[in-house]
């Protein structure tokens, strides 16, 4: 028996009016989307003087060029993150309701379909507006007037520059994750184990378990230093990317084994897991054959 536990005695929702809740959750998701958007916005001036210095000014990467990106972004990462989810608790929730599928203010998402989502749109988004082959096409089109040529950074640009915000917004969404006791972990006899002892708490009433979510925020947090010291050393663009979902999904599969929120069951392991595998593996060799390092 656990005699020293950490005890988390918090309302999940800190506003809860029936038709108007807002959860610690919802709360420090947006505290996190926010930050990270307003650190690449203040970046962007201070990777285009670097990429101006050796030479490749023609990359165009400014505030404004970010900010046309970032809704698309945000919208395809936000359709991710709910697509990632429904498919994993299809057979135990949303085939018996379907329609719930687009119930997303009632919560549901999944953080790999947030971050895969998001750069999916990001990089579809900067190939269409810089193509003027793909833009002459939708000229074609009746009732669609073609859009303009803009001149916007190339993805890999964009994505070294999203990495580390992105991974810090992550953690701080983390925040509101470990405050709600929403998702589950294994139990455990460790002093820092935690219960959940507000009766409204999705945790409440589960033997002390291990703090999983707080695990990957500390994971998180790493993964940003160690990206802000590596960003300048490292080629070529889109490296840093590529080394952050690396980094991200080899602590995120092994800190899944402690999760126990996950229906989706692939050779023994669940949604997450696979993901991060298949991940691990594309980028690994990404990383060890292209990656160059040099000092900034």
Known sequence: MNLIVINLPFNPYIIDLGALALSWHGFFTAVGLMSALYLVVRWSKTRS?????????????????????????????????????????????????????????????????????GFVGGFLYLKLRNSVQLLNCIGYIPLLKKPNVIKLPKP????????APMILGMAIGRIGDVINGEH??????????????HPLSPGFGRPASHPAVFYELLWDLAIFGLLLWLKDKIKPNGMIFVLFILLYSFGRFFIMFLREDYYMNILGFNQAQVVALILVLITLPIVCFKARFFKG
Do not use: C, M
């Open 184 to 197: 589950f972990a294994t139990y455990t006899d460790l002093p820092w184990g935690i219960i959940y002892t």
């Open 156 to 163: 890999g640009v964009l994505a070294d520059l999203v990495a």
């Open 49 to 117: 003087d670097i990429l101006h210095r050796a030479g490749q000014s023609e990359l165009n990467l400014t505030a404004d060029t970010v900010l046309q990106v970032a809704p698309w972004a945000i919208l395809s990462g936000i359709i991710g993150a709910r697509l990632f989810h429904v498919i994993d608790f299809w057979s135990a929730i949303y085939t018996y309701d379907p329609v719930s599928v687009f119930y997303i203010w009632k919560g549901g998402i999944a953080i790999y379909g947030a971050v895969l989502g």
